[in-house]
T-cell receptor, first 118, second 114 residues
């Protein structure tokens, strides 16, 4: 089945530093990937849609300069949290689908990255 | 506004008993609905989806869901719960109108007791 690999699984960084999270589709090509953020005991909040070869589409209220998304190939999207602050601490999850349509394939999720900013 | 709701924060059931996790939706047009399960510190795993056709959808790990248009519901069910089914369950719906993205319910924690 389709596998999405996300790294690192957890990271601790100091306030003011930047952190990069990678999301790879291992056995399929993904023109579109999605980045979510999940707060404790809450649902997933869509942050942005990552499009291969073009700029990401950010959801309302998500700072594009803070959460940099790059989708340089059909199997890799990265999320960089720039100048991280404690309030950025969260669980970040990426996802991708095998085709361009939700009708034909569901979203496959990575295992998430637990970011803790001290 | 389009939305997906899971009215129960937690569902408790004894092992071997049937379980139901509720979901209601409010989306424009034909609904496309999904169920996902999340284990601690993990991403979401796809269980099943309703696109069209039979109202009873069968999915992974013995789960099934019943689509009910008149009640705008898509409840997740399993005839006999296992302790290993204990996890966080999310219902999701595809936003219509060309948005091409999923919206998730708040999640329901299922606890299956031995």
């Amino acid at each position: 089945g389709a596998v999405v690999s996300q790294h690192p699984s957890w990271v601790i960084c100091k306030s003011g530093t930047s952190v990069k999270i990678e999301c790879r589709s291992l056995d399929f090509q993904a023109t579109t990937m999605f980045w979510y953020r999940q707060f404790p005991k809450q649902s997933l909040m869509l942050m942005a849609t990552s499009n291969e070869g073009s700029k990401a589409t950010y959801e309302q209220g998500v700072e594009k300069d803070k959460f940099l998304i790059n989708h340089a190939s059909l199997t890799l999207s990265t999320l960089t949290v720039t100048s991280a602050h404690p309030e950025d601490s969260s669980f970040y999850i990426c996802s991708a689908r095998e085709t361009d349509s939700f009708y034909n394939s569901p979203l496959h999720f990575g295992n998430g990255t637990r970011l803790t900013v001290t | 506004a389009q939305s997906v709701a899971q009215p129960e924060d937690q569902v408790n059931v004894a092992e071997g008993n049937p379980l139901t996790v509720k979901c209601t939706y409010s989306v424009s047009g034909n609904p496309y609905l999904f169920w996902y399960v999340q284990y601690p510190n993990r991403g979401l795993q796809f269980l099943l989806k309703y696109i069209t056709g039979d109202n009873l959808v069968k999915g992974s790990y013995g789960f099934e869901a019943e689509f009910n248009k008149s009640q705008t519901s898509f409840h997740l069910k399993k005839p006999s719960a296992l302790v290993s089914d204990s996890a966080l369950y999310f219902c999701a719906g595809l936003l219509s109108g060309g948005y091409n993205k999923l919206i998730f319910g708040a999640g329901t924690r299922l606890a299956v007791h031995p």
